[in-house]
């Protein structure tokens, strides 16, 4: 039996997320992005099809390298405004049961003690659909304004984020022992202290001696997502990932990079199919061909060039403008996303050029773009899966949300008879749904499992309590 193709709605809570200009066109629903209706719409549609998760990208930056202005990104609403990807969540997860909800959070802006409240308080909220994509961070504007001098090297972000990452699973998984709350209203007692642990963690980057703010949430551990597929960050996704997205522009470059990472994965101890890995993708769809390259041409009659070497920069950490449009691109080391680049430039019979971003990435932007009917769809979908080793996808949109909507009543009913996605979803938690635990529980091999029972038997919150003077006034008084 051929393994299930994973679903994920990739979206930001922006206007123009991967396709530049696109927000012009008159179906789009994009300048909606700060309509609470928007997004609870949106997650029901993505539960009619079955969808996994709906992915939510975010940067705290600007776009701001190209032609060293931002003057382009807000033009075309580049990114910007971009508003906080966590504010939504509860409300579509109130208007849905199953799909479940990724959203990013940089590890080199917000303290880990902060962060790990805000992802056990939706995963509470939600039932046990949240998934935490560790981002380090790349644009340098976002670090002038946290107020650093600069953005912070790409391999020390890794070095941060391994530290951030065993705060957090010292939070959730050792700070609170199964059966710490007791809410128990005969005795009085709602959490046991001696079962409520100071983690006493201080490391180089970190001090963190107390507990963690919320009672165990049904995962524990949220879902850990990783952006990041650079050499570096496969070492790091190798490790912590659930699920992992890459960056490619063909099917044998996807399949070296899968293999790849499935090593890493083995070589940590863990299973090659404990991290689920997606590729970034585009699908503009109809229902035939003819009508799907129409409505592509038409999409691309809106798109914006500038808008897209706005992001490019951003992405790259190169100003475009100052380069020959039709130079080869090189792949470069700086502290951005250094797997754009790479993307471009190897794997491919010829590195692209600026002139080649402008012609196949206005609509797509860091992902390639599939144009067809329903059977040369799902016929690509499932060459990426069986050939290039990827587990499923995050699906971009070019129109939202008519890109989706399309993908949904074209696409998956051809994937269905296939055998290939979903018809209906199973109960359980995002982790039991995504990667097959019986208990939502992070699976014994991943690092966080470590930390479940490593307070046990060690300090806690009763033990450092002193005896009360007022012992006797603070009884409980006995019923007449």
């Known amino acids: 039996m051929k393994p299930r193709i994973i679903l994920n709605a990739f979206d930001m809570t922006c206007v123009s997320h991967q396709s530049a200009g696109t927000w012009r066109h008159p179906s789009s629903q ?54 906080d990807p966590f504010a939504a969540i509860s409300a579509m997860a109130a208007v849905t049961s199953h799909v479940g909800f990724g959203v990013t ?26 998934a935490w994509n560790v981002v380090s961070s790349y644009l340098n504007s976002a670090a002038l304004n946290i107020g650093m001098d600069k953005q912070i090297a790409h391999d020390e972000r890794y070095d941060i984020a391994e530290e951030y990452l065993e705060v957090m699973y010292k939070l959730w998984e050792g700070s609170w022992e199964d059966g710490a709350v007791q809410r128990n209203k005969e005795t009085g007692v709602f959490t046991d202290g001696s079962k409520v642990h100071p983690i ?29 597929a ?133 609509i797509g932007g860091l992902g390639p773009v599939l144009v067809g009917g329903p059977q040369k769809v799902a016929d690509e979908l499932e060459r990426w899966v069986d050939e290039g080793g990827v587990d499923g996808f995050n699906l971009a949109y070019a129109v939202t ?7 949904i009543d074209f696409v998956v009913p051809e994937l269905r008879k296939r055998g290939r996605v979903q018809t209906s979803y199973k109960e359980g938690t995002m982790r039991e749904k995504l990667i097959g635990t019986k208990d939502g529980n992070v699976e014994s091999t991943h690092p966080a499992a470590q930390y479940r029972t490593a307070y046990v038997g060690k300090e806690s919150v009763a033990s450092k309590t002193i005896a009360s003077k007022f012992s006797d006034v603070t009884k409980v008084p006995e019923t007449v």
């Open 30 to 83: 994009a300048s909606k992005y700060n309509d609470l209706d928007y997004w609870t719409n949106m997650a029901r549609e993505l539960e009619r099809g079955c969808f996994d998760t709906l992915f939510i990208a975010d940067v705290v930056g600007v776009y701001d390298v190209y032609r060293n202005s931002a003057e382009m990104a807000l033009k075309d609403a580049a990114q910007v405004p971009v508003n």
């Open 401 to 407: 949300p008519g890109t989706t909507t399309d993908f």
């Open 230 to 362: 650079s050499g570096r960050g496969r070492q790091f996704a190798s490790k912590h990932a659930e699920g992992m997205f890459i960056l490619t522009t063909n099917v044998q470059q996807a399949r070296k990079m899968t293999d790849d990472i499935r090593n890493q994965t083995e070589a940590q101890g863990r299973s090659r199919d404990s991290v689920k890995i997606f590729m970034l993708l585009t699908v503009i769809t109809g229902p035939t061909d003819e009508a799907a390259q129409r409505k592509y041409e038409e999409y691309l009659s809106y798109a914006s060039p500038e808008g897209m070497l706005a992001l490019f920069g951003g992405w790259t950490g190169m100003d475009f403008s100052k380069l020959d449009p039709d130079e080869p691109l090189k792949a470069m080391d700086n502290d951005s996303l250094r797997t754009t680049l790479e993307s471009l430039t190897s794997g491919s019979d010829k590195a692209w050029t600026v002139r080649d971003v402008i012609k196949n990435r206005c």
């Open 105 to 130: 959070a940089a590890v080199t802006f917000e303290p880990p003690y902060l962060l790990a409240r805000r992802l056990s308080t939706l995963d509470h909220l939600t039932k046990g659909r949240i």
């Open 200 to 228: 006493q963690h201080q490391g180089k980057y970190f001090k963190v001696p107390g507990f963690h703010l919320c009672e165990p949430s049904p995962q524990r551990t949220p879902v850990i997502f990783q952006a990041g």
